[in-house]
């Protein structure tokens, strides 16, 4: 026998499976959005194509000024921006777009039944649309050659390097998973777009 509040959470993921929603951002009416689905796609598109454009920019533009002028930055100070820049993107659009910047992520949370597999594809097509922005606007600002290259390249053989990667994914998928998909999570709300009231 299930309780109430159970009955009510299968309906939730019932509708969100099926892609039907009855607002836009958590029942928080905004002159911009009020009921059409359609508005509501297009602005977590557009958040999540400036959050993953930010990330990329920052985080990848780092990495770029610290090798042009010879390691002024360093590798803590890398490390830092990518975290402070994710975190600065999930407070700034988190509340519309579930803040996922990652096709991985957007694919996570299908597969645990927290979004709807209709909008997968438009999602990472967003994403994938602020990566390439970002890259671009690198390109553009810097003087980039083929010999100033700022990837990162194995040390070892292919296959250690992919198998190191898909652990590292799996990691990243299973604490965004555990923190963003359980209910009994404090901070539910990256995934349900539901505001955080502070009391001053």
């Known amino acids: 026998m299930t309780s109430h509040g159970e009955g009510i959470e299968d309906e939730q993921i019932s509708r969100i499976e099926n892609g039907i929603a009855t607002d836009c951002h958590g029942g928080i009416e905004t002159v911009i959005c009020t009921s059409p689905s359609i508005i509501c796609l297009m602005q977590k598109l557009i958040a999540e194509l400036i959050g993953t454009y930010f990330i990329m920019f920052s985080g990848c533009g780092v990495v770029v000024v610290n090798v042009l002028y010879g ?91 992919l198998v190191s990667e898909i652990i590292i994914s799996f990691l990243l998928m299973f604490v965004i998973s555990g923190v963003a998909t359980d209910n009994r999570a404090k901070i539910d709300f990256i995934v349900k777009s539901t505001p955080i009231n502070v009391d001053y």
């Not at 890398?78 to 994710?86: A, D, F, R, S, Y």
């Not at 990472?124 to 553009?140: E, N, V």
């Open 71 to 161: 390691g002024t930055v360093t590798f803590p100070g890398i490390c830092l921006t990518w975290g402070l820049i994710v975190m600065v993107m999930i407070y700034s659009v988190g509340h519309i777009s579930g803040a996922h910047f990652n096709p991985a992520v957007t694919i996570s949370f299908a597969v645990f039944r927290r979004f709807p597999w209709s909008q997968v594809p438009s999602y990472i097509c967003a994403q994938l649309a602020g990566s390439l922005l970002a890259s671009l606007t690198l390109k553009i600002m810097f003087k980039i050659t083929p010999e100033a290259y700022f990837g990162t390249i194995p040390t070892d053989s292919n296959v250690r390097a």
